[in-house]
Protein backbone atom coordinates (compact mmCIF):
# COMPACT_ATOMS: atom_id res chain seq x y z
CA UNK A 1 0.00 0.00 0.00
CA UNK A 2 1.62 3.40 -1.05
CA UNK A 3 1.64 6.29 1.54
CA UNK A 4 -1.48 7.79 -0.05
CA UNK A 5 -3.54 4.84 0.47
CA UNK A 6 -3.88 2.94 -2.87
CA UNK A 7 -2.82 -0.99 -2.96
CA UNK A 8 -0.32 -2.26 -5.27
CA UNK A 9 -0.20 -5.79 -6.02
CA UNK A 10 2.65 -7.27 -7.88
CA UNK A 11 1.57 -10.72 -7.43
CA UNK A 12 -1.39 -12.96 -8.70
CA UNK A 13 -4.99 -11.99 -8.41
CA UNK A 14 -8.05 -13.05 -8.86
CA UNK A 15 -12.09 -12.00 -8.56
CA UNK A 16 -14.06 -12.85 -5.89
CA UNK A 17 -17.77 -14.22 -7.88
CA UNK A 18 -19.40 -15.58 -4.55
CA UNK A 19 -19.58 -14.33 -1.67
CA UNK A 20 -16.90 -15.83 0.68
CA UNK A 21 -15.56 -13.57 3.31
CA UNK A 22 -12.36 -15.49 3.76
CA UNK A 23 -11.71 -15.25 -0.28
CA UNK A 24 -8.25 -15.51 -1.14
CA UNK A 25 -7.06 -13.65 -4.08
CA UNK A 26 -3.48 -15.04 -4.06
CA UNK A 27 -3.18 -18.75 -3.88
CA UNK A 28 0.29 -18.26 -2.30
CA UNK A 29 -1.44 -16.78 0.45
CA UNK A 30 -1.86 -19.52 2.15
CA UNK A 31 -2.93 -18.53 5.54
CA UNK A 32 -5.33 -16.14 4.59
CA UNK A 33 -3.74 -13.00 5.49
CA UNK A 34 -4.69 -10.84 2.97
CA UNK A 35 -8.45 -12.11 2.61
CA UNK A 36 -11.25 -10.27 1.20
CA UNK A 37 -12.08 -10.27 4.94
CA UNK A 38 -8.95 -9.69 6.33
CA UNK A 39 -8.44 -6.06 4.09
CA UNK A 40 -9.67 -3.68 6.64
CA UNK A 41 -7.05 -5.08 9.64
CA UNK A 42 -3.91 -4.80 6.75
CA UNK A 43 -4.64 -1.33 5.61
CA UNK A 44 -4.33 -0.55 10.18
CA UNK A 45 -1.20 -3.27 10.31
CA UNK A 46 0.29 -0.86 7.56
CA UNK A 47 -0.44 2.40 9.33
CA UNK A 48 0.97 0.77 12.28
CA UNK A 49 4.56 0.00 10.26
CA UNK A 50 4.43 3.61 9.27
CA UNK A 51 3.88 4.70 12.66
CA UNK A 52 7.17 2.88 13.56
CA UNK A 53 9.35 4.48 10.69
CA UNK A 54 8.01 7.59 12.24
CA UNK A 55 8.43 6.90 15.86
CA UNK A 56 11.61 9.87 16.13
CA UNK A 57 8.96 12.26 15.18
CA UNK A 58 5.70 10.74 16.63
CA UNK A 59 4.47 10.34 20.09
CA UNK A 60 2.28 6.80 20.70
CA UNK A 61 -0.66 9.09 21.86
CA UNK A 62 -0.59 10.67 18.45
CA UNK A 63 0.01 7.22 16.62
CA UNK A 64 -2.92 5.81 18.93
CA UNK A 65 -5.35 8.76 17.86
CA UNK A 66 -4.62 7.97 14.36
CA UNK A 67 -5.27 4.48 14.34
CA UNK A 68 -8.57 5.03 16.56
CA UNK A 69 -9.49 7.50 13.94
CA UNK A 70 -8.75 5.01 10.96
CA UNK A 71 -10.63 2.99 12.97
CA UNK A 72 -14.08 5.32 13.03
CA UNK A 73 -13.51 6.46 9.87
CA UNK A 74 -13.59 2.92 7.76
CA UNK A 75 -16.56 1.95 10.57
CA UNK A 76 -18.46 5.26 8.44
CA UNK A 77 -17.61 5.02 4.90
CA UNK A 78 -18.01 1.58 5.08
CA UNK A 79 -21.35 2.08 6.52
CA UNK A 80 -22.37 4.69 4.22
CA UNK A 81 -21.04 3.03 1.35
CA UNK A 82 -23.44 0.13 2.28
CA UNK A 83 -26.30 2.14 2.70
CA UNK A 84 -25.82 3.32 -0.71
CA UNK A 85 -25.62 0.69 -2.23
CA UNK A 86 -28.97 -0.81 -0.65
CA UNK A 87 -31.30 2.07 -1.43
CA UNK A 88 -31.13 3.63 2.41
CA UNK A 89 -30.79 7.18 1.31
CA UNK A 90 -33.19 9.57 3.58
CA UNK A 91 -32.62 8.14 7.23
CA UNK A 92 -29.42 6.69 9.19
CA UNK A 93 -30.19 4.30 11.92
CA UNK A 94 -27.79 2.52 14.32
CA UNK A 95 -29.06 -0.97 13.25
CA UNK A 96 -28.47 -0.45 10.16
CA UNK A 97 -24.75 -2.46 10.14
CA UNK A 98 -27.11 -5.47 11.38
CA UNK A 99 -28.91 -4.82 8.49
CA UNK A 100 -25.92 -4.76 6.07
CA UNK A 101 -24.24 -8.02 7.76
CA UNK A 102 -27.57 -9.59 7.45
CA UNK A 103 -27.40 -9.13 3.89
CA UNK A 104 -23.44 -10.22 3.44
CA UNK A 105 -24.03 -12.98 5.88
CA UNK A 106 -27.02 -14.79 3.51
CA UNK A 107 -24.87 -13.76 0.40
CA UNK A 108 -22.24 -16.04 1.95
CA UNK A 109 -24.60 -19.10 3.59
CA UNK A 110 -26.65 -19.08 0.07
CA UNK A 111 -22.83 -18.84 -1.90
CA UNK A 112 -24.88 -16.15 -4.14
CA UNK A 113 -23.12 -13.99 -6.39
CA UNK A 114 -22.00 -10.82 -4.63
CA UNK A 115 -21.92 -8.34 -7.51
CA UNK A 116 -25.45 -9.61 -8.90
CA UNK A 117 -26.86 -10.02 -5.43
CA UNK A 118 -26.48 -6.29 -4.88
CA UNK A 119 -27.77 -5.33 -8.28
CA UNK A 120 -30.97 -7.65 -7.89
CA UNK A 121 -32.27 -5.49 -5.28
CA UNK A 122 -33.48 -3.03 -7.10
CA UNK A 123 -36.24 -5.12 -8.35
CA UNK A 124 -37.81 -4.18 -4.66
CA UNK A 125 -39.58 -1.04 -4.69
CA UNK A 126 -40.04 0.90 -1.41
CA UNK A 127 -43.72 -0.01 0.18
CA UNK A 128 -46.81 2.10 -1.48
CA UNK A 129 -44.67 2.57 -4.77
CA UNK A 130 -45.95 -0.81 -6.53
CA UNK A 131 -47.47 -4.19 -5.94
CA UNK A 132 -45.44 -5.13 -2.88
CA UNK A 133 -46.42 -9.15 -3.22
CA UNK A 134 -45.13 -9.01 -6.92
CA UNK A 135 -41.78 -6.98 -6.33
CA UNK A 136 -41.19 -9.45 -3.35
CA UNK A 137 -41.53 -12.34 -5.71
CA UNK A 138 -39.55 -11.04 -8.11
CA UNK A 139 -36.17 -9.79 -6.18
CA UNK A 140 -36.87 -13.20 -4.09
CA UNK A 141 -37.03 -15.34 -7.65
CA UNK A 142 -33.98 -13.12 -8.90
CA UNK A 143 -31.82 -13.76 -5.54
CA UNK A 144 -32.52 -17.39 -5.38
CA UNK A 145 -31.66 -17.78 -9.41
CA UNK A 146 -27.75 -16.13 -8.46
CA UNK A 147 -27.27 -18.90 -5.96
CA UNK A 148 -24.86 -21.78 -6.61
CA UNK A 149 -26.01 -25.29 -6.94
CA UNK A 150 -24.78 -28.16 -4.84
CA UNK A 151 -22.28 -28.94 -7.38
CA UNK A 152 -20.94 -25.39 -7.64
CA UNK A 153 -21.29 -25.41 -3.98
CA UNK A 154 -18.87 -28.47 -3.09
CA UNK A 155 -15.95 -27.08 -5.79
CA UNK A 156 -16.29 -23.51 -3.84
CA UNK A 157 -15.71 -25.96 -0.71
CA UNK A 158 -13.24 -27.90 -1.73
CA UNK A 159 -9.34 -26.99 -1.09
CA UNK A 160 -7.24 -26.12 -4.18
CA UNK A 161 -4.22 -28.08 -2.99
CA UNK A 162 -4.42 -31.55 -1.90
CA UNK A 163 -3.43 -33.10 1.14
CA UNK A 164 -3.93 -35.81 3.00
CA UNK A 165 -6.98 -36.58 5.09
CA UNK A 166 -4.83 -39.16 7.25
CA UNK A 167 -4.58 -38.75 10.87
CA UNK A 168 -1.29 -36.46 10.22
CA UNK A 169 -3.26 -34.04 8.02
CA UNK A 170 -6.21 -33.83 10.51
CA UNK A 171 -3.44 -32.86 13.09
CA UNK A 172 -2.67 -29.46 11.00
CA UNK A 173 -6.40 -29.15 9.40
CA UNK A 174 -7.87 -25.48 10.54
CA UNK A 175 -11.44 -25.34 12.11
CA UNK A 176 -11.95 -23.36 9.03
CA UNK A 177 -11.18 -25.97 6.84
CA UNK A 178 -13.19 -28.91 8.66
CA UNK A 179 -16.41 -26.55 8.56
CA UNK A 180 -15.92 -26.48 5.06
CA UNK A 181 -15.57 -30.13 4.33
CA UNK A 182 -18.61 -31.08 6.56
CA UNK A 183 -20.67 -28.72 4.76
CA UNK A 184 -19.72 -30.04 1.33
CA UNK A 185 -20.30 -33.57 2.66
CA UNK A 186 -23.45 -31.90 3.28
CA UNK A 187 -24.32 -30.62 0.35
CA UNK A 188 -23.19 -33.67 -1.80
CA UNK A 189 -26.28 -35.41 -0.53
CA UNK A 190 -28.28 -32.55 -1.13
CA UNK A 191 -30.41 -32.04 -4.01
CA UNK A 192 -31.03 -28.81 -6.37
CA UNK A 193 -34.58 -28.38 -5.01
CA UNK A 194 -33.49 -28.94 -1.72
CA UNK A 195 -30.97 -26.21 -1.62
CA UNK A 196 -32.95 -23.89 -3.41
CA UNK A 197 -35.91 -24.09 -1.05
CA UNK A 198 -33.19 -23.42 1.82
CA UNK A 199 -32.14 -20.42 -0.36
CA UNK A 200 -35.19 -19.24 -0.67
CA UNK A 201 -36.17 -19.36 3.61
CA UNK A 202 -32.99 -17.43 3.85
CA UNK A 203 -33.75 -14.57 1.38
CA UNK A 204 -37.21 -14.03 2.56
CA UNK A 205 -36.60 -13.58 5.87
CA UNK A 206 -33.80 -11.13 5.01
CA UNK A 207 -36.22 -9.40 2.38
CA UNK A 208 -39.20 -9.19 4.89
CA UNK A 209 -36.28 -7.13 7.45
CA UNK A 210 -35.03 -5.06 4.64
CA UNK A 211 -38.39 -4.41 3.13
CA UNK A 212 -39.47 -3.11 6.69
CA UNK A 213 -36.62 -1.06 6.82
CA UNK A 214 -36.91 0.55 3.35
CA UNK A 215 -40.69 2.00 4.41
CA UNK A 216 -38.52 3.56 7.19
CA UNK A 217 -37.48 5.73 4.26
CA UNK A 218 -40.85 7.10 3.86
CA UNK A 219 -41.65 10.56 5.56
CA UNK A 220 -45.17 10.46 6.97
CA UNK A 221 -46.56 13.35 5.25
CA UNK A 222 -45.58 11.61 1.86
CA UNK A 223 -47.97 11.59 -0.69
CA UNK A 224 -48.29 8.49 -3.49
CA UNK A 225 -46.13 11.21 -6.23
CA UNK A 226 -43.85 11.30 -3.04
CA UNK A 227 -43.02 7.92 -2.81
CA UNK A 228 -42.75 7.27 -6.64
CA UNK A 229 -40.02 10.33 -6.76
CA UNK A 230 -38.12 8.88 -3.89
CA UNK A 231 -38.12 5.61 -5.29
CA UNK A 232 -36.71 7.02 -8.68
CA UNK A 233 -34.03 8.33 -6.72
CA UNK A 234 -33.44 5.65 -4.56
CA UNK A 235 -32.52 3.12 -7.56
CA UNK A 236 -30.79 6.05 -9.41
CA UNK A 237 -28.22 5.91 -6.68
CA UNK A 238 -28.16 1.81 -6.16
CA UNK A 239 -27.86 1.28 -9.54
CA UNK A 240 -24.88 4.25 -9.31
CA UNK A 241 -23.27 1.99 -6.47
CA UNK A 242 -23.88 -1.62 -8.04
CA UNK A 243 -22.29 -2.11 -11.46
CA UNK A 244 -24.01 -4.39 -13.63
CA UNK A 245 -20.79 -5.07 -15.65
CA UNK A 246 -17.41 -6.56 -13.78
CA UNK A 247 -14.45 -8.41 -15.33
CA UNK A 248 -14.65 -12.12 -14.28
CA UNK A 249 -12.43 -14.78 -14.36
CA UNK A 250 -12.86 -16.43 -16.98
CA UNK A 251 -14.24 -13.12 -19.07
CA UNK A 252 -10.69 -12.11 -18.85
CA UNK A 253 -9.06 -15.59 -19.79
CA UNK A 254 -11.44 -15.69 -22.82
CA UNK A 255 -10.38 -12.06 -23.99
CA UNK A 256 -6.51 -13.22 -23.49
CA UNK A 257 -7.04 -16.84 -25.19
CA UNK A 258 -8.43 -15.47 -28.21
CA UNK A 259 -5.89 -12.04 -28.01
CA UNK A 260 -2.88 -14.94 -27.60
CA UNK A 261 -4.72 -15.96 -31.14
CA UNK A 262 -4.54 -12.40 -32.64
CA UNK A 263 -8.37 -11.47 -32.02
CA UNK A 264 -8.76 -8.70 -30.14
CA UNK A 265 -12.53 -8.53 -30.79
CA UNK A 266 -13.29 -10.01 -27.11
CA UNK A 267 -10.90 -7.25 -25.51
CA UNK A 268 -12.85 -4.82 -27.30
CA UNK A 269 -16.33 -6.03 -25.93
CA UNK A 270 -14.97 -5.85 -22.55
CA UNK A 271 -13.30 -3.17 -22.38
CA UNK A 272 -16.67 -1.09 -23.92
CA UNK A 273 -18.86 -2.86 -21.19
CA UNK A 274 -16.31 -1.91 -18.88
CA UNK A 275 -16.40 1.70 -19.50
CA UNK A 276 -19.80 2.28 -18.26
CA UNK A 277 -20.55 -0.73 -15.76
CA UNK A 278 -23.41 0.61 -14.37
CA UNK A 279 -25.67 1.03 -16.96
CA UNK A 280 -29.12 -0.67 -18.14
CA UNK A 281 -29.42 0.52 -21.77
CA UNK A 282 -26.60 -1.77 -23.11
CA UNK A 283 -27.37 -4.93 -24.18
CA UNK A 284 -23.92 -6.85 -23.86
CA UNK A 285 -24.47 -9.14 -27.11
CA UNK A 286 -25.21 -5.98 -29.23
CA UNK A 287 -21.98 -4.33 -28.22
CA UNK A 288 -20.20 -3.35 -31.53
CA UNK A 289 -16.75 -4.41 -31.60
CA UNK A 290 -13.63 -3.32 -34.06
CA UNK A 291 -12.59 -5.67 -36.76
CA UNK A 292 -8.55 -6.12 -36.11
CA UNK A 293 -8.25 -7.38 -39.19
CA UNK A 294 -9.75 -5.14 -41.52
CA UNK A 295 -8.47 -2.01 -39.82
CA UNK A 296 -5.04 -3.72 -40.17
CA UNK A 297 -5.70 -4.07 -44.30
CA UNK A 298 -7.58 -0.98 -44.42
CA UNK A 299 -4.01 1.11 -42.77
CA UNK A 300 -1.41 -0.64 -45.18
Known sequence: MSIVGVTIDYGLFGFMDTHDPGHICNKSDDGGRYAYDQQPSI?????????????????????AGVLKMYDEEFEKCFLNKMRAKLGLIHVKLEEDIELVEGFLDT?????????????????LCVPGCCDDES???????????????????????????????????????SQKQMGKMIKAKKLKETTVK??????????????????????????????????????KERLRIMNANNPRFILRNHIAQRAIE?????????????????????????????????????QATANR
Not at 46 to 63: F, G, I, W
Not at 153 to 158: A, D, K, M, Q
Not at 197 to 220: F, G, S, T, V
Not at 272 to 280: A, E, F, I, V
Open 107 to 123: LHKTACDFTNGFRGLNN
Open 258 to 294: LAEEGDYSEVDRVLCLLKNPYTDEVNPAEVSIIDHSQ
Open 135 to 173: DVDVTLTYLVSQCSSPEECVTLLTPSSSFSLGSFGMMFM
Open 194 to 231: ELEEDNKAMWKEWLLIYRKRLAQEIPDTSSQEDIIKLN
Open 43 to 63: CRWNLKKLSEALAPYLSSEDV
